[in-house]
């Protein structure tokens, strides 16, 4: 958790972010100029998060990605150039995230996210993944507890996306408008509108608490039917990255599609969800990475970035779910 105020803001920043110090005020701006961030994975998902904190004003940014940069890279992520193709998508993204903000320090890491040791995270103040598989989330997000560090992760496929939260205890101000009732010396009564801010404190709980859920106990039986699809959709994909060490393939599409099937069936008997609890047409709509569905899900990821760092408001706790099957985002509590 960022605890300190950060560095006086200077001059030209308080006039490149006057915005957003009249929206959120120079406090919350001060903990924004502080924060060092990692992003890994650089796919459309991770540029949207990318763009969003460099204009947001974070101390710095480091994109970490050991992959090159695909046809698909170079359609969903804006900060790859079209000639990149080939190259180290993370080197390939910096030079156009680092035009957006000048007074944010851009860095990119080509290593992969498997072979970083526990000791790597803890320079950063907020951890942002996705394309990782999930015993790698799971890893890092026990890291992140353990040195109280900001955890979020997130991933698209397709036309569904996801994203996950967790910052342990969270400390935010609100805003509460108050009513009044008051009698005046006439007889007649006025209410007087007051706005206070109320100090709050929110609870979060682990990626592997949120995923090894029992689904038998009463608790958790009893909320099944309205808990969205998307995420046993989330779980069905997790498992077919663990298995195959990739995401869905357009180019094996056909073959693909009967192996999410399989993991489907398997899946939701072990878990002992009825098989129609998920739509079967899922399968055919978690290839490649939508523009549009990178940008929904990035900009909801990083503004709960955003929402954390500056103590403002309180982030989703603690899944937000994105599918075409619904046609809405949902924010779903799941492990608590």
Known sequence: MIEKQGENITEDEAALYDRQIRLWGLDAQKRLRASRVLVAGLCGLGAEVTKNLVLSGVKSIKMLDHRKVTQIDICANFLAPHDS??????????????????????????????????????QFD????????????????NVCNQNKILFFAGDVFGMFGYTFTDVQE??????????????????????????????RVETFYPLSQALDVDWTTKKYASQLRRVSPAYFIMHIIMEFMSLHGRTPDPAHRKEDEVELLTIKNALMDKMNIPQEKVNNNFAGIVFG????????????????????????????????????????????????
């Open 170 to 199: 969270h400390h935010y101000v609100e805003e509460v408008k108050e009513h009044k009732t008051v009698k005046k010396q006439d007889g007649k009564t006025q209410t007087n509108e007051t706005t206070k801010m109320v100090k």
């Open 289 to 336: 990475q939508m523009s549009p569905v990178c940008a929904i899900v990035g900009g909801i990821l990083a503004q709960e970035i955003i929402k954390t760092v500056s103590q403002k408001d309180p982030p989703n706790n603690n899944f937000f779910f994105f599918s075409t099957l619904d046609g809405a985002g949902v924010v779903e509590c799941v492990g608590h």
């Open 85 to 122: 193709l080939g190259k180290n998508i993370a080197e390939a993204s910096k030079e156009r995230a680092q035009i957006l903000n000048p007074m944010v320090q851009v860095t990119a890491d080509t290593g992969n996210i498997a072979d970083k040791n526990d000791e790597y995270f803890t």
């Open 126 to 141: 907020v951890v942002c993944i996705s394309r990782c598989q999930r015993e790698h989330l799971v890893r890092i997000n």
